[in-house]
């Protein structure tokens, strides 16, 4: 297979690129290094510096396609907030722009990296794909609007699109910054500088840890399935949560609680579907994938 993957010098994106080159295929990467990182670039992988922004400067890049996975974001929840007009040009216009440059190349697929901030502070738990969508930053409701052109360039224009809703991923090559930053990056960093890892509110908000190599492991499972095409939208997450207060007493380390900010209060993924439709189940268990984050924490 030939893969483009937009934003393959990011977090998921570069941990996506090594599994695709490990299995044998040609990658070609996309990236702006707005928030990726050289260092990050796969040796084998075809680089191409380029922004997702400028349609005509992304198209030619497309030629000869099988599959595009589709990560490339600015991917901060508060910065979204403070810049809607920047975020909505990366996130919808870009997301946009990729769909209609496969398009016109005649991509057979593409894998569009969703999100689970599309849900909102729902309380019922576990969020299924049929509940009701109810972002609560303009990051969120652009992952979401990228869903729905997925599902609508797969209707009007037989691209077949599939989108991967992530619950907070962490592993090697987390993210320091953005959306994709979890509470464990935070705590990581706060611990090695000295300083007490920050609490938000009362630290029993829960989130569903995925860990990389299964988001990784599920785009692939995505690019190749014969049940989808058709703009299913389908929960990647591993299935448990744990409150920041556990992952505190986990890490280990001095705690100080501060002021509550808007943000959901949990959230916990059902993922039959994933396994409905691409035989996919998270296999690496918390503890396991926080060792792993550490290790590489610790060795960077």
């Not at 953005?178 to 705590?187: D, E, K, P, R």
């Not at 705690?255 to 296999?283: C, F, M, N, V």
């Not at 503890?287 to 290790?295: C, F, I, P, S």
């Amino acid at each position: 297979m030939k893969a483009l993957v937009t934003g393959g010098a990011g977090f998921i994106g570069s941990n996506l690129v090594d599994e695709l080159i490990k299995q044998g295929n040609q990658v070609r990467v996309i990236d702006n290094l707005s928030t990726g990182k050289k260092e990050n670039l796969n040796p084998r992988a075809e680089f191409v510096l380029a922004d997702i922004t400028n349609l005509e400067e992304i198209k030619p890049h497309f030629a000869g396609i099988d599959c595009v996975f589709h990560l490339a974001a600015l991917p901060r929840v508060q910065w979204s907030i403070e810049n809607p007009i920047e975020t909505h040009n990366a996130n919808i216009n870009g997301t946009l722009n990729v769909f209609l440059a496969a398009k016109d190349a005649k991509v057979k697929r593409l894998v569009y990296s969703a999100s689970s901030s599309a849900y909102g502070d729902n309380p019922v738990m576990p969020l299924k794909e049929d509940f009701l969508p109810a972002p609560m930053s303009p990051y969120g409701l652009h992952k979401y609007v990228g869903e729905h052109y997925a599902r609508l360039f797969a209707l009007l224009y037989g691209l077949e699109t599939v989108s991967l809703r992530y619950f907070n991923v962490y592993g090697p090559r987390l993210a320091f910054a953005g959306a994709y930053v979890t509470v464990i990056a935070v705590f990581l960093r706060q611990k090695s500088e000295g300083k007490k890892m920050t609490i938000i509110g009362d630290g029993s908000q829960t989130r569903d840890f995925t860990f990389v190599g299964d988001v990784v492991r599920a785009n692939i499972l995505a690019s190749q399935s014969d049940q989808v095409g058709h703009g299913e939208v389908i929960n990647i997450g591993a299935g448990h949560n744990y409150s920041v207060n556990e992952i505190a007493a986990k890490i280990g380390g001095e705690t100080e609680y501060i002021a509550a900010r808007i943000e959901p209060h949990d959230t916990l993924a059902d993922t039959s579907k994933a396994k409905e439709l691409l035989g996919w189940e998270p296999q690496v268990n918390f503890d396991e994938g926080l060792r792993r984050t550490v290790e590489w924490f610790d060795h960077r």
